[in-house]
């Protein structure tokens, strides 16, 4: 008797950690979703930076790959399959998902948890989303923003840096946006304080009047020595990743659930025009090697989003 035939997908994958060339397409088994999960069928998919990092090795040390090596926290598409349980949504509904497990440069992906996209959501505005949504829920929260506040924002045009500024905002706190010059009129249009970046931060924020409270760093490069210097102690400081976290700089926490609930409380507002995202670009899924190649050699400013056909 003949075995079927296991149903297959096409993914972009990680053959070993290297440069960009190490993406290539491959078939791959098609996930079957479990209990409490849906499958997706992807239309968009962000790029994190954190992706890059991964696929370079640099965080093989304490981030192990699945099985095949998928990149991508984050997606949206169509669902396709429900697994056991699931209630509240269909075959046919129109979501976006944070993806703890990566797999998004992918036609299909699964997901344990999903918020629904609006019509007036582009697919490319939802897939690239929730990991900055996420991010920055958890860091303002991580920091204690609280209304009357004044936080500095640095990478305030970024992805997380442009949703916390807005967040931040909504919350009642002042907010001080450290940014390229270019950037100036995305800040200050934000209600924002502009800071422009490169330039001496204590005495930036002397010329602007303010004593900061707290601050982000969404650039995550390290440095901070001036910045903790500026502020007066280093616990004020919560970094995206492990770069600038010495010296008592407190680094993003980490977990599934620090912030379970972003992506339900940004996709409305984007939704409704009070949440501005960075501006995207789009690449198609095949095309993810040159996708990590323009943002590894900063030839592109903007959001990178992979988009299947």
């Known amino acids: 008797m003949t075995e079927p035939t296991p149903q297959t997908m096409r993914a972009t994958v990680v053959s070993e950690y290297g440069d960009p060339e190490v ?3 491959r078939d791959v088994p098609l996930p079957v979703p479990g209990p409490g999960q849906i499958r997706i069928s992807v239309r968009a998919a962000g790029i994190s930076p954190t992706d890059l990092h991964i696929r370079a090795g640099d965080l093989s040390a304490f981030f192990a790959l699945p099985e095949p090596a998928i990149l991508g926290f984050e997606a949206a598409g169509v669902v396709d399959a429900l697994g056991d349980g699931v209630t509240g949504v269909s075959v046919g509904d129109e979501v976006a998902a944070r993806l703890p497990r990566l797999g998004g440069y992918a036609d299909f992906v699964l997901a344990d948890a999903w918020t629904p996209k609006p019509e007036s959501v582009s697919w490319e505005e939802a897939g690239s ?4 949504a996420e991010a920055a829920v958890a860091a303002l929260r991580q920091l204690g923003v609280a209304k009357g506040d004044q936080l500095l924002v640095l990478g305030a045009t970024g992805s997380v840096g442009l949703m916390a500024v807005q967040l931040a905002r909504s919350m009642g706190a002042t907010v001080i946006g450290s940014a390229p010059e270019r950037d100036r009129a995305v800040v200050e249009d934000l209600g924002a304080l502009f800071l422009p970046a490169g330039t001496p931060v204590g005495d930036a924020l002397k010329a602007l009047g303010v004593e900061v409270d707290w601050v982000l760093d969404a650039i995550s490069a390290g ?6 210097d500026a502020v007066g102690a280093p616990g004020k400081i919560v970094t995206l990743t492990g770069a600038g976290a010495h ?12 912030a379970a609930d972003a992506l339900d409380m940004a996709m409305p507002l984007l939704a409704s025009g009070q949440l501005r995202m960075r501006p995207r670009e789009t690449f198609p899924m095949a095309q993810a090697a040159a996708a990590h190649t323009a943002l590894e050699e900063h030839r592109s400013h903007r959001k990178l989003v992979l988009v299947n056909d």
Do not use: F, H, I, W
């Open 23 to 25: 993406l290539v397409v």
């Open 129 to 132: 989303l929730p990991t900055a």
């Open 223 to 228: 440095g901070l020595e001036e910045v903790v």
């Open 247 to 258: 010296g008592g700089v407190q680094m993003l926490a980490d977990g599934v659930n620090r």
